[in-house]
């Protein structure tokens, strides 16, 4: 389906506007759980068995109970108001995945780069993948267990995240939570539009 950026005109004149929103992450962050859990429609998803091919290529150690992963992309959708509609693409984490990266971020308006604490070196592809296309993107904490295993300082020094960026903890598995970050998402994005186009968007 087409997916369609964030329009000005649009939103200023109350019409219904839909916009789409990457979710990027290494293998195991919790895209897939943190797409199904905020959708109003059956997530599309691509989840494929992990299975002995994939050993010495997918890094199981933080989730050894893992045995699905997703091998193109995830798809939801979610009304944040009644004149504001996201389109949610999740992304592969697995590197051999990564070519279709371009064609999933073509048309968004920005993205959530999802984190699993224990692992934050796998967020490095993502960010430098965002940063390079000039995409705005927030960092959220997906808080596994419950467990913060860094301050929100820490991991924006680890990950060398700009101050502008907004850092959130999120846990993948509760809408509200889901939503917060998204909001948070769609704000961060409105406001870099204004940045770069010198106008407010009301």
Request: proline share 3%; charged share 25%; hydrophobic share 45%.
């Amino acid at each position: 389906m087409d997916s369609v950026g964030f329009d000005a005109d649009s939103a200023a004149g109350q019409a219904m506007t839909s916009v789409k929103i990457v979710v990027g992450g290494g293998f195991g962050a919790g895209k897939t759980t943190f797409v199904g859990s905020v959708s109003e429609i059956k997530p599309l998803t691509t989840e494929a068995l992990v299975t002995e091919a994939s050993e010495g290529i997918d890094d199981l150690e933080a989730t050894p109970d893992k045995q699905t992963t997703t091998v193109a992309m995830d798809f939801g959708r979610v009304s944040l108001d009644r004149d504001l509609v996201l389109y949610l693409f999740g992304t592969p984490g697995q590197e051999r995945f990564w070519f279709m990266w371009d064609d999933l971020v073509r048309g968004a308006i920005g993205a959530v780069v999802l984190t699993d604490t224990r692992r934050l070196a796998d967020s490095f592809a993502p960010i430098d993948f965002f940063e390079d296309r000039g995409l705005p993107y927030v960092v959220s904490l997906n808080c596994f267990d419950g467990k913060h295993t860094h301050a929100i300082d820490e991991v924006r020094e680890a990950l060398a995240v700009p101050e502008t960026v907004p850092i959130l903890r999120c846990d993948a598995r509760d809408r509200d939570s889901v939503k917060r970050t998204l909001i948070t998402m769609v704000e961060y994005a409105m406001e870099q539009w204004v940045a770069f186009h010198g106008a407010e968007v009301s």
